[in-house]
């Protein structure tokens, strides 16, 4: 059960686009259409933003979307916004009702 | 609404136990896999534990396996874990939630509770 790899930190002005990227292996997120992103902001609790890869839950706006190649999968927030600096996490489910998480990206707008 | 609300964290010494509890509201309990996940200071998060729907199976990361114990009372609406040979780096913000989908996403979470294991 490997943490999935995130890069530290990415940084984009408002109204750019950022790309976060979370690495694992065939065993959690090549082999399964299961990967979940997360924001979270200091001292509280995370909130989802992505499921299933690339589905947005109701109320998320579409400027989140994600994707998944091969082994990495990858988290875009476009138009980006003040309100979206905060650490993000990605979540893999790694079969046999386990789950691993990335290290977490900090995200700063400029 | 939905609402996940954790309690019974604390200081506690290595080698000792803790039970957390996370009280649920909003829905039908009995009807959801559930997750622990946990967050050491300054750190990222980690899967803790999972509790099937039906509540008949328990799954546990490496790190806390054959310590920790996830269950739930739907009488209570209720999860709980029960946290034993406490270690330090067991030090972390724990937080339940939600599963959602076949491949599990946590959603909605609680606000978390705060297990600090110092002698």
């Known amino acids: 059960q490997s943490a999935l790899t995130q890069p530290r930190s990415v940084s984009g002005s408002p109204g750019q686009s950022v790309t976060i990227s979370c690495t694992g292996t065939?065993?959690?997120?090549?082999?399964?259409?299961?990967v979940s992103w997360y924001q979270q902001y200091p001292g509280k609790a995370p909130k989802v933003k992505i499921y299933?890869?690339?589905k947005r839950p109701s109320g998320v706006p579409d400027r989140f979307s994600g994707s998944k190649s091969g082994n990495t999968a990858s988290l875009t927030i476009s138009g980006l916004q003040a309100e979206d600096e905060a650490d993000y996490y990605c979540?893999?489910?790694?079969?046999?009702?386990?789950?691993?998480f990335g290290g977490g990206t900090k995200l700063t707008v400029l | 609404q939905v609402q996940l609300v954790e309690s019974g964290g604390g200081v506690v010494q290595p080698g000792r136990s803790l039970r957390l509890s996370c009280a649920v509201s909003?829905?039908?309990?009995?009807?959801?896999?559930m997750y622990w996940v946990r967050q050491a200071p300054g750190k990222g998060l980690e899967w803790v534990a999972h509790?099937?729907?039906?509540?008949?199976?328990?799954h546990y990361g490496d790190s806390v396996k054959g310590r920790f114990t996830i269950s739930r009372d739907t009488s209570k609406n209720t999860l709980y874990l029960q946290m034993n040979s406490l270690r330090t780096d067991d030090t972390a913000v724990y937080y339940c939630a939600r599963n959602n989908g076949a491949g599990g996403w946590l959603d909605p979470w609680g606000q978390g509770t705060l297990v600090t294991v110092s002698s």
């Open positions: 299933d890869v690339s």
């Open positions: 909003g829905f039908t309990f009995s009807n959801y896999a």
């Open positions: 065939s065993s959690d997120v090549g082999g399964y259409s299961y």
């Open positions: 509790l099937s729907y039906d509540g008949n199976n328990q």
């Open positions: 979540c893999s489910y790694a079969g046999s009702y386990t789950w691993v």
